[in-house]
């Protein structure tokens, strides 16, 4: 089976195949998760939004996953508490399916969204997964308590659900290091220029991105992962015609220093019936987001434009005390979401659903992977290989469900316990750097870090806690081969870091590759 895309779905899809016995090879034009996957708003959530659209279906899946993949991985996951502050202005996107059926019942309500319409929405919420690690949905009286402060004196009740962050371009990387432990090749930076069939396989080539360097491997199965490039690697490289395609819509984010000295978040609802999250980031920052926009071509970089950067902050300022301006934003990021065309009005009602399907000609099959959420990427691939079974007989069935991920083999609650043997085991670690390598390795943490016994036998310092030795780790476990891989995706200590320490780090990469 050879893979192209190196997201979180084709990344998934490697992790299960291998584990299934099948000789997998996995290619990546770029980094692993580069584009979509690590430019979510970071959250394994059911989208109790989507209730307005009648996904039930979806959420329930969602719902149910959720717990699957917080088990898997607690480094990388881990339960957070939502803030819903209610208004009596709360309103509906004109659209969506249960505003209309309420607007002909009950016309006097305009749109509005009424408090008893939200708390049965959180009850489906809290019941639709079978719901078992995480706490109950419950009412805030927000004139009391911490989660009151920073919002605007005129909410008062507020509704405190559960879902779970989920730090997503590890995420991919912990399923390439999985897929590769099992016999997984991973190729990043390598990219798939032609693709045809011959004799009953795939007859695909490979560039090597960095040097030029061409070589065809041959697959029995062609897996198309390739998230917002999947309708050009269709066309363009596959040469097949399908009615079926994605929507790009561009997700964009602010990163603001810290709003409030909590650990919960908060979910906004807005005037125009859309809703954002501000979420603690990084324990000294805040994440703002989403925006939901079309976007036209996977080819047009995804950025933040000064008029989304604006809706967000004018959005957060209308339940928080303290405006903020665009002058406090310290870091923005933008993705662009290949969603199914389900052919709806606007880029919020589209589907957050997947797509599978499975074009069989001459014998070669090809596996197109459309649309998708972070929350069901497992789902998505045991689904996958169920399609991908009709190919290869005796396949192994599904195994991933509760399976740890790299440094995930301990309990959801056992953070604290292992950031304490880490800094017994290495005492010249402080609290927040030994927080910041459990949260990211793990078990693997001590592995990390070897045998030193002071910070000094750790290597160079790079800044922000970042040291030679945890570099050659990701070089030599995780795939990175830029400073931007480090920094940004592997961690996210680049809002720490200097420039100049950035651009020191990556000469100092280079020179070592060299």
């Known amino acids: 089976m050879l893979i192209i895309g190196g997201g979180v779905n084709g990344c998934g899809i490697a992790r299960d195949a291998a584990g299934r016995g099948l000789s997998v090879v996995l290619a990546e034009m770029n980094d692993l998760g580069w584009a979509t996957s690590s430019a979510s708003t970071k959250l394994f959530h059911g989208g109790l939004r989507y209730l307005e659209y009648f996904e039930v279906s979806l959420v329930r899946k969602a719902l149910i996953e959720r717990e699957v993949l917080l088990q898997a991985m607690p ?120 693709a045809h069939r011959a004799e009953g396989l795939w007859a695909v080539t490979l560039q090597d991105v960095r040097t030029g360097a061409e070589r065809v491997v041959r697959a029995k199965m062609l897996v198309n992962a390739g998230g917002p490039w999947v309708g050009e690697i269709l066309q363009d490289r596959v040469h097949i015609d399908t009615n079926e395609g994605v929507r790009l819509v561009r997700g964009s984010h602010i990163v603001t220093k810290k709003l409030f000295d909590h650990d919960k978040a908060y979910f906004f609802q807005g005037g125009d019936g859309r809703i954002i999250f501000a979420i603690p980031y990084e324990g000294e920052f805040t994440l703002i987001g989403t925006t939901d926009q079309d976007h036209g071509s996977p080819e047009e970089p995804a950025i933040c434009t000064p008029e989304e950067q604006q809706y967000l902050c004018d959005f957060a300022n209308g339940y928080f ?120 390795y793990g078990t693997e943490a001590g592995a990390v870090l070897g045998d030193a016994q002071a910070a000094d036998d750790l290597g160079r310092d790079f800044g922000a806690t970042l040291s030679e030795r945890e570099v050659v780790w990701l070089i030599e476990k995780e795939f990175a081969v830029s400073a931007e891989d480090v920094v940004w995706r592997r961690n996210k200590l680049g809002l720490r870091m200097t420039a100049e320490q950035i651009a020191a780090l990556d000469d100092w990469m280079r020179a070592r590759e060299s």
């Open 75 to 194: 480094h990388i996951s881990w339960p957070m508490r939502f803030i819903l502050p209610y208004h009596k202005d709360m309103r509906f996107e004109a659209e969506t399916p249960v505003s209309k059926v309420l607007s002909f019942v009950m016309p006097w309500m305009r749109g509005r969204r009424p408090a008893w319409l939200i708390r049965l929405g959180l009850f489906f919420y809290d019941t639709l997964g079978g719901r078992k690690i995480l706490p109950a949905t419950t009412t805030l009286d927000l004139r009391e308590g911490p989660e009151g402060a920073p919002l605007d004196d005129r909410f008062t009740k507020a509704y405190e659900y559960s879902d779970c962050w989920i730090e997503d371009a590890r995420l991919v990387v912990l399923n390439a290091r999985d897929a590769q432990d099992r016999g997984a090749q991973i190729l990043t930076r390598t990219k798939v220029t032609a």
């Open 321 to 440: 005390k303290q405006d903020i301006t665009r002058a406090d934003i310290v870091w923005t990021f933008s993705g662009v979401r290949p969603l199914y065309d389900d052919g709806a009005s606007s880029a919020t009602a589209a589907t957050r659903d997947y797509k599978l399907n499975v074009k069989a000609e001459l014998g070669a099959p090809v596996l197109n992977v459309f649309g998708g959420k972070i929350t069901t990427y497992r789902r998505l691939a045991e689904r996958a290989m169920e399609k991908a079974a009709l190919f290869f007989p005796g396949l192994r069935g599904d195994w991933t469900a509760g399976v740890p991920l790299p440094g995930g083999d301990f309990p959801v609650d056992g953070v604290a316990d292992l950031q304490a043997r880490l800094q017994a085991a290495y005492p010249f670690l402080d609290e927040a750097w030994a927080g910041r390598l459990i949260r990211a």
